[in-house]
Structures are given as structure tokens and as C-alpha cells.
């Protein structure tokens, strides 16, 4: 039998991707996805949260899709995530949890009681080992509660709050293996992330450079509104001018690779391992013309644009159509869905508990009503039957006294007979 479903949501900053997972033996199939653009322009320096495209276009895969009972795990980005790594020294006789604690106040800079919180740590190869090694997230409670208003307002209710690095973490974990190293640049609108994953250890960086800087590059030199440079900047490979296009936009392709680049250099000065074999492009920025061959140039590695499956199954139900035309894309909403169904290799979540409970109680909701209603029927069905054997005994007491009366008449005609 399938086990349940589960729901990724990438809340990004140009669309909604979504995509549904079951269980079946133990593997995780995609069983739908949907991909939402956003309509219109967003406004300059407004928080993801509080973008109405968003709110719109979750108003629109409610329509589209029916959630039920299913499980829900929706994402922020990276950007709006507070990222530190953590050294944990296990000495005197505090425990674990509260070393990391303790950690985590001197980490964030913020008060506690703002921020929603996390962390993960990394299995020691040295079990008596006196330190351990993880990553420590957090969220400010304002930021997410924008997310939860979008939510609410089109009547979906998440289970799992997770930051996109760790959803791309979780997806490339399960469908890649553990057992060498690589690097994904997940390429957005607005931003990108790059996370670097090695056996069960990552670390992680967002990039303030994404596929912005190519439309703005292409409106900027053709003298197009934003929303046609950026069309266009989706059919650039088919062109035959590609070559042109190429070199307008090549600044914009450099940016990011030098951004790359750097992040590498300080990952690598703080005695990270950077050891990997090929370079996986994702994210709706990921078929940028160029973009592919200049990173593989920059970087001196491979570069592939994610197109196949290693681990995951897909559905013959499914639209394959959707999945195919948006699959690096998806990424995101793919590491969400395998958290939600139990598969991830981390289990951060950064949804508070007043948020949980909410999810919880929602999603009981129907099943309540039909209980409800079952209750009702039932007592209904009691009333009618109550009421028929009221009547049936009302009937036969009635036909008893008529019976009692005729007998004393017999009595009476035999009494004075004799």
C-alpha cells in the first residue's frame, strides 16, 4: 500500500513550483507538479512573505490542487535565513542541547525569543571525539509570519518550514547518494544558493546574483520592459543570434561564476573540504545560455544541467509534461517532499508550535465534520426508528384494548346466556 502524501511548496521569488510524493516499497514517487509563475512585477526591496504574486499564486494551486489531508512542507529562502556553521565543545556537564544552546545566543544576532531556530550536527568520524561539527539556522518570527498569512489566506497549512539550502541538501542526498562529493548552484530570480555536500557533511552559501542580472542585461541593451527581456531571455539558445545575445550577456554569466569562485576561496580558508567531481545546475535559472560553459571554465570541473533522476521514481499518472519542462527547477519542492515523507537526512524545521498545532487542528478538520455529520445521521436514523416503534406500540396497545374490550363482551353474552 502507498504510504501518505506529501506536498512540497517552493514559495520562490518569480514562481511557485510544487510537487506531490508517496511512499510505495520504501521509494519515494512523484505522483504530480505544478509550476505557477508570478503575475507582474514585484515590488523593489519587499519581503518575499509579503509579495501578493504569491499570495495570488497560492490562491491558484489550491484551485488547481486538492490538499486534503495531505502533509505540507513549504520552504524560505536562504536569503531570508540567518546561516552560521557551529563548533560545539562537549566539556564540564552540560549537555548537548544545552551547549548548543548556548551556542546559538552568541551566535544569532538577535534575541531568541524573535527568531525561530535550528540546527544540525555532523556524526563525528571519532566517536570519543571532544567536538562536534554542524550548522546552525534561524528565521526572524516576523519574517515567517508573512509566509504564514500568505498561507492561511488561501487556506493551506504547512507541517514543515525548511530553508531552501537544506531542501536542495535533502533531495541531492536522496536521489544522488552520499557517497562522493559535488557541488549545486540552484540559479533564481533575485539570488542563488550554492551548496557544497560531501558524504553527510555541507556547508552552504547564498549569492546575491541570479538570473535578474541577465534580463536586466538584455533590457538594458535592447530597451525592453523587464517582463519581455525576460521572456526573451528563456528562448536566447533557440535564437539564431545566440552568439550575439551571448556576448550581452556574458558580464551578467561572469558575476556569477566570480561570486562562485569566492565562496569557494573562503569555504576552502576555513579548512573546509571542497573535494568534488561535477557541478549540478539547478533552479529556473539553469539553461541560461552560457551559463553552463562559463561556470565548467571557471571552475575547471564538470557542469551538468540536472536532467535525470538517480533514485526517484515517476508516476505514469503524473504530468510528465510539467516535470520535464520545470526538472531543475523543482529541485527545491523536491527536498521538501522527501523531508515531509520521512526520507531527508536532516529534519531541520523552523515552523513555531503555535504554527503546528494550527496545521494539525486544520487538517483534522474534516475529519471531524465527517464525524460530525456521521454522528448526526445517526442520531437522525435513531429518532425515525424511535419514532416508527413509538408508533408500532402505539398501534398495538390500541388493538390490545379493543381485544380486552371484545373479550369482556364475550364474557358478559356468556355470563347472562347461562
Known sequence: MPGARVWGIDLGRSALKAVRVGVRRGEIEILAADVIPYEGEGRAGEEPGRDRRMWKALAAF????????????????????????????????KSLSELVQFEAQQEIPF????????????????????????????????????YYLSLSSANVHADVVQTTPLALYNFFCYDQGTGRGYLVLDVGSEGSELVAINGRHFWTRSLPVGGNKVTEALAQEFELPSDKADAAKRLLESSKYSSQYLEVIRPALQSLASEVQKSLAYHKSQGKDLSFEVVYLMGSGARTLGLREQLAQSLG?????????GRMTVSKKANLDV?????????????????GAGQGVTDVNLIPQRAARRSIVSKKKPYVGAIAAAILVFLGAMFYFLREENLRLRQMNSALLQLRD?????????????
Open 406 to 418: 371484545q373479550v369482556e363482551t364475550a364474557e358478559s353474552q356468556f355470563k347472562a346466556a347461562t
Open 301 to 309: 570541473k564538470d557542469v551538468v544541467v540536472f536532467a535525470k533522476f
Open 62 to 93: 489550491q484551485e488547481r490542487n486538492r490538499i486534503g489531508g495531505d502533509k505540507v512542507v513549504i520552504s524560505v529562502p536562504g536569503q531570508a535565513t540567518f546561516i552560521r556553521n557551529l563548533k560545539i565543545i562537549l566539556v564540564g556537564k
Open 111 to 146: 534575541v531568541l525569543d524573535e527568531v525561530i531556530w535550528d540546527y544540525e550536527l555532523f556524526e563525528p568520524e571519532d566517536k570519543n571525539a571532544k567536538q562536534r561539527e554542524g550548522v546552525l539556522f534561524a528565521v526572524k518570527k516576523n519574517v515567517l509570519n508573512n
Open 323 to 339: 516535470i520535464a519542462a520545470h526538472l531543475p527547477a523543482l529541485g527545491v519542492a523536491l527536498g521538501l517532499a522527501v523531508q
